[in-house]
Each structure stands twice: as structure tokens, then as C-alpha cells.
């Protein structure tokens, strides 16, 4: 069981957007002149991180592409890698796992692919609610 149980987090990257000011306002979906895209995702297996240690934890990054230096925003391949761990995944943890699972599952339908087998959802961040902690920064958390 403890192999299809896959700790997961990803980094986005950053939009830019013309807008008529600096405050905060509503922008909308026309004043954008690129979308965003995943960066990098690190996943691995609960057994592995176990019996092997940070061997075990996978990074994989769109730097590291075939189509990066054409395309620095093209994230096809990394996606194609974390839909094939998430197809076979039972239980999924991340941090913040809503957005995680949101922008992924947002960019497979993008590219007009299907969704992932179903899998569970623990959201580590969520289950930190009834404790009083100084930071639920993921960072300072795992110092901690």
C-alpha cells in the first residue's frame, strides 16, 4: 500500500499582465500576455522516501526539456511524467494540495488530456488548521 502513496509539490511560474495601475484590481483573462505554466514538480514515493532516503524524492523540471530552449514555458514533458505517477497514485500528500491538484489537473485538461485516475487527497496544509503554529510555511514547518 505504502507505494502508491506519493508526497508531491510543484512550483508555477509567474504571469505578466498589462494593466492601468499598481493597485489591486480585478485583471482580466484578456490583459494577459502569457499564461502560467509548472516549473518543476518533486514527488515520491512514502516506501521510497522510507527505505532510501532524499534518493528516493524525484525532481523533474521543464529546464530539463527537449523543447525548453524553443520554449521555456512548454511544460508538456513534465506533464507527462506527473500524470503517469498521479495515474497510478491511490493517496496523493501535498502542501496546499487544492492548488497543487488544481493547476495540474488545470493544465492536463489545457492540453486536452484526460485526468488522472482518481486518487485520495491529504491536504497537509489543511490538517494544520487546529494547531496554533507560528508559520504553516511548508518550509519552516519541516525544520520544525
Known amino acids: 500500500m505504502t507505494k502508491k502513496i506519493i508526497a508531491l509539490d510543484i512550483e508555477t511560474s509567474l ?4 494593466v492601468f495601475g499598481t493597485g489591486n484590481q480585478y485583471i482580466k483573462a484578456s490583459q494577459l500576455k502569457d499564461q502560467t505554466r509548472i516549473l518543476t514538480v518533486a514527488y515520491g514515493s512514502i516506501f521510497g522516501m522510507q527505505t532510501q532516503g532524499k534518493k528516493a524524492v524525484k525532481c523533474v523540471s521543464n529546464r530539463h526539456s527537449k523543447t525548453f530552449k524553443k520554449n521555456p514555458h512548454n511544460d508538456e514533458e513534465l506533464l507527462n511524467k506527473v500524470w503517469k505517477v498521479l495515474d497510478k497514485a491511490e493517496v496523493v500528500i501535498a502542501h496546499n ?3 497543487d491538484q488544481g493547476w495540474l489537473h488545470g493544465r492536463f485538461l489545457e492540453l486536452g488530456w484526460p485526468l488522472p485516475s482518481r486518487y485520495f ?9 487546529p494547531f496554533k503554529l507560528t508559520s504553516k510555511k511548508l518550509d519552516e514547518l519541516s525544520q520544525t
Open 15 to 18: 504571469v505578466t499582465a498589462q
Open 97 to 99: 494540495a487544492q492548488f
Open 121 to 129: 487527497l491529504f491536504c497537509t496544509y489543511q490538517n494544520l488548521r
